[in-house]
């Protein structure tokens, strides 16, 4: 399969690219614990973008693993995830931001993952109002039976990686977390790769 991207994302830094249907995009966990705030928009229509509910009433999990789609607001399916050497991804704690970060932590002026998306975003002519309840790829988000949760320490070592498939041509953002406050990155964001392949003869 041709590549056509390999990047290194800094600790703290975001990434976005488009990608045709059957593209493979894998995020790769270089260092280990270290959070990925993910969203993903249908290429020909961005306002049909990832919807947290529809992804975990259909997959029938919170937490996502290989094999698992990402669907729309529309339940239309934008990607799926192929390979995947955690086997658990959050769905539900969101990305940080100045403002959470100063409500949970008392600290001021933070860098975010809401602030990345916002930069990233732009360069796609989306806006903040198109900032959902995002995937978090390797952070590790338990649910007790009481209902409370909590961000523990993550469970990703280096190296390891997931790997999704666009089956639709889609617009695929993240950013890797800057998060200092709680255990999402060990309390200290590391670098992740990025890879882009296509598969067949398009290349």
Request: net charge neutral; glycine share 4%.
């Given at each position: 399969m041709p590549e056509l991207l390999r990047k290194t994302i800094a600790a703290g830094g975001r990434f976005s690219a488009r990608l045709e249907t059957g593209?493979?995009?894998r995020i790769v966990d270089l260092e280990g614990r270290q959070a990925v705030d993910f969203l993903v928009f249908a290429a020909g229509l961005p306002t049909d973008r990832y919807n947290a509910a529809n992804t975990m009433k259909l997959n029938g999990t919170i937490y996502l693993g290989k094999g698992a789609k990402l669907y729309s607001e529309r339940a239309q399916a934008l990607m799926t995830i192929v390979e995947d050497t955690v086997g658990r991804h959050d769905t539900i704690g969101g990305c940080c931001s100045r403002w959470s970060n100063f409500a949970r932590y008392g600290v001021e002026d933070t860098p975010g993952c809401y602030h990345n998306f916002v930069a990233e975003l732009a360069g796609w002519s989306l806006g903040p109002s198109d900032i959902v309840a995002n995937i978090n790829f390797f952070m590790n988000v338990p649910v007790r039976p009481d209902g409370s949760m909590a961000i523990e320490e993550g469970l990703?070592?280096?190296g390891d990686h997931v790997e999704?498939?666009?089956?639709?041509?889609v617009i695929a953002v993240l950013s890797n977390c800057p998060q200092r406050h709680n255990p999402a990155?060990?309390?200290?964001?590391?670098?992740?790769e990025v890879m882009l392949t296509r598969q067949g003869s398009r290349a």
């Open positions: 593209d493979l995009l990703s070592k280096p999704l498939r666009a089956e639709t041509p990155t060990g309390f200290a964001p590391t670098p992740i």
